[in-house]
C-alpha cells in the first residue's frame, strides 16, 4: 500500500509559495481571531503562525475572551475589513457554546475578499457559479492528492462520506462540475464505495474503513480525526490495509491531510495580497 505523505507535499506547496512571494515582493498578512480556545485550538493557530512566517507572511493573533458578545467579534471584524495591512481573516471553529448558533452570521460578516478560509456565505455560494472566491482550504486540500492520481476527474467514480460545509459540500460540488460520477453518503459502511475511484471519509468512526468492498487501487483520503489511548487516528484502520496487503493509496490520520489543508490557506492568503495589490 502507498502512504502518500501530507507533510512533504505541504512543504512542497509552501516552497512555491515562498518564492513567488519574493518574486512579486509580497508578505501577505493574516490576521487571526480567537474566542476562548483550548490548548488544540492555540496550537492550531500556531501552526498557522510558523506557515506564514515560512511562506515569507505575517500574521496577527487576536484573542478575545470566551465570553465575548457577538456584537464585539462583530467589531473587530469590521476593523479588520478596513485595516489595509491584513490580506485575510481567519476565525477559528469552533465558537464558544455562547456564540456557536451564530456561527453563519459572523463569518458572513468577514469580507469575502479577506475570507482565506473560503468560509463567508458569499464564498460558499461562489462555488456554485463560474467565478468561484477562495474555496474552503479541507477542499483543497484534498483536490490537491486527487489531482495527483487523477489529472481528469471525467468518469472517474468517488464516494464521499460526511455533509460538512468546509470539505464535503464545496469538494462535492468541485467533482460534479468536473464530470465525476459522485456518490454523497452520510455515513460510512463496508461495500458501500464498491468499485470507487476515489474515497474521502470524514464521518464515521475511528477505524471502520477495512478493505471489505473496495476495489484494489483506490485512492483512499482520511479526513477523520479522533483521539485514542494509542494517539491520534482517523476513519482508516491503516494497519488492517497493510496486514492485508491490500492495493490503495492512503492519505493516513496523522500526517495526510492536515499539513496540506494549512499550506493551501497560505496560498489563499498569497492571492488576497495579489488581488489588492494588482
Same mark, same amino acid.
Given at each position: 500500500m502507498e502512504i502518500i505523505s501530507g507533510s %512533504?507535499?505541504? %512543504?512542497?506547496?509552501? %516552497?512555491?509559495?515562498?518564492?513567488r512571494n519574493e518574486q512579486e515582493g509580497i508578505s501577505p498578512c493574516l490576521a487571526m481571531i480567537l474566542v476562548g480556545g483550548q490548548k488544540e485550538d492555540l496550537h492550531y493557530v500556531g501552526l498557522k503562525e510558523k506557515a506564514a512566517a515560512a511562506t515569507g507572511g505575517k500574521s496577527r493573533l487576536l484573542h478575545l475572551p470566551?465570553? =465575548? =458578545?457577538? &456584537?464585539?467579534?462583530?467589531?473587530?471584524?469590521?476593523?479588520?475589513? &478596513?485595516?489595509? &495591512?491584513?490580506?485575510?481573516?481567519?476565525?477559528?471553529?469552533?465558537?464558544?457554546a455562547a456564540l456557536e448558533e451564530q456561527t453563519d452570521e459572523i463569518l458572513a460578516a468577514i469580507c469575502p475578499d479577506k475570507d482565506v478560509d473560503g468560509f463567508s456565505l458569499v464564498n460558499r455560494g461562489r462555488m456554485s457559479g463560474d467565478n468561484p472566491g477562495f474555496i474552503s482550504c479541507a477542499a483543497l486540500a484534498c483536490l490537491e492528492i486527487i489531482e495527483r492520481f487523477f489529472p481528469s476527474l471525467a468518469g472517474k467514480k468517488a464516494v464521499l462520506v460526511g455533509d460538512s460545509f468546509d470539505l464535503i459540500i464545496p469538494l462535492a460540488t468541485i467533482m460534479i462540475k468536473r464530470a465525476c460520477q459522485l456518490s454523497v453518503l452520510p455515513s460510512y459502511e463496508p461495500g458501500q464505495a464498491s468499485g470507487a475511484d476515489i474515497l474521502v471519509v470524514e464521518k464515521g468512526r475511528a477505524g471502520i474503513v477495512q478493505a471489505e468492498g473496495l476495489a484494489p487501487g483506490v485512492l483512499i483520503i482520511d479526513a477523520g480525526f479522533y483521539w485514542g489511548a494509542g494517539g491520534v487516528c482517523g476513519n482508516v484502520d491503516r494497519a488492517a490495509l497493510e496486514g492485508q496487503g491490500f492495493e490503495a493509496r492512503l492519505l493516513p490520520v496523522p500526517g495526510g491531510m492536515g499539513p496540506i489543508l494549512i499550506a493551501?490557506?497560505?496560498e489563499n492568503l498569497a492571492q488576497a495580497a495579489r488581488q489588492k495589490r494588482y
Open positions: %512533504q507535499i505541504a %512543504q512542497e506547496i509552501r %516552497q512555491k509559495v515562498k518564492e470566551e465570553d =465575548s =458578545s457577538q &456584537q464585539e467579534l462583530m467589531a473587530k471584524i469590521a476593523e479588520l475589513n &478596513q485595516d489595509e &495591512q491584513v490580506d485575510g481573516i481567519l476565525l477559528q471553529l469552533p465558537l464558544p493551501k490557506l497560505m
